[in-house]
């Protein structure tokens, strides 16, 4: 009998199992669910209109105002800045990060957003966890305004850690046919205005984790550069949305080029937003370095170039503009609530000559 005893319970081989059990919990899915709906509901706008729950996403961009609309599309994820998150347990900007990379580069062809949606996948859903993720994405839709009609979790036992999670976004937006920008239009003589960041945003995570492993600090210790937080709060700050204020400064008609700055920096990023036979001097003294930036090339003993090439330096956005237009552009951004500073101008190229030439570079760290 009491061999017998020894394979009952969890332990009987042929007994009936259940998807819980196999680590996947639909109820905590239902929870997560019903919390989010009133998240998505924030974020409506008009052609917006439907429920999330459904099989799929809907959007009426008649009801949204256009007329002959192009759609563009954009994804991405937020790296291993999420790394980070995890290890701190700090979530609260990753999903706004998350809206940020999708939405900034649909800004940057004269679309403006129109829906996001979110791909969520862990090994075991931690709902609060979760929850605060979401959180995050819809107050980077609202930020943007953009509705976030749908999205999936998924529950993944044996593909993730414990603990751990990815994300994924995926946002649509449209212009006018005669309104987008596909083809570069800046010329030479064109002004560079550059749009402040908020920090490191979403790019170099990989190099940042190794500096911070090199400095000895831990993520719950002050910041050396901000002591009023901690070194990973600092570093977690959310990207800059600069969606509503970049499509008032094409409203304007003055703009001719923008540029996201993102993995690749301040050299490889501004040459997509105008043609090989032209290129940017970009003057780096016109704005201060910020301090994080500095911290992480003192530290990780990062040469200008490299730190050029990594990250934003403190600059988010670029902006091309027509010299006749530079007074309107620079007010509609600063009314939208960026900090504009004039960075540069767009020259012919010569060739064998650098797209991008960043004067200045022997003030920062070296």
Known sequence: MAEEETITGLDRPNRPLTYKEAGVDI?????LIDFIKPLTKSTMRPGADGSIGGFGGVFDPKAAGFNDPVFVAATDGVGTKLRLAIDTGNYSGVGTDLVAMCVNDLVVQGAEPLFFLDYYATGKLDVEAART????????CRQSGCALIGGETAEMPGMYEDGDFDLAGFAVGAAERENLILEPRASAGDI???????????????????IVDR????WSDPAPFDKSQSLGDALLAPTRIYVKSCLAALATGGVTGFAHITGGGLLDNPPRSYADTIAAEI?????????VFRWLAETG?????????????GI??????SPDKVDAVTEALSAGGETVYHIGRLVERVDGAPSVTLEGLGTWPA
């Open 27 to 31: 109820d905590a899915a239902d929870r």
């Open 133 to 140: 993720v979401v959180a995050g994405i819809a107050e980077g």
């Open 192 to 210: 560079m205005l550059g749009l402040a960041s908020s920090g490191v945003h979403s790019n170099g995570f990989s190099l940042v984790r190794r």
């Open 215 to 218: 400095s000895g600090l831990g």
């Open 283 to 291: 003057d780096v003294t016109t704005w201060d370095l910020p301090p």
């Open 301 to 313: 003993g990062v040469p200008a170039s490299e730190l050029a090439r990594t990250f934003n330096c």
């Open 316 to 321: 988010g956005m670029t902006v091309t503009v």
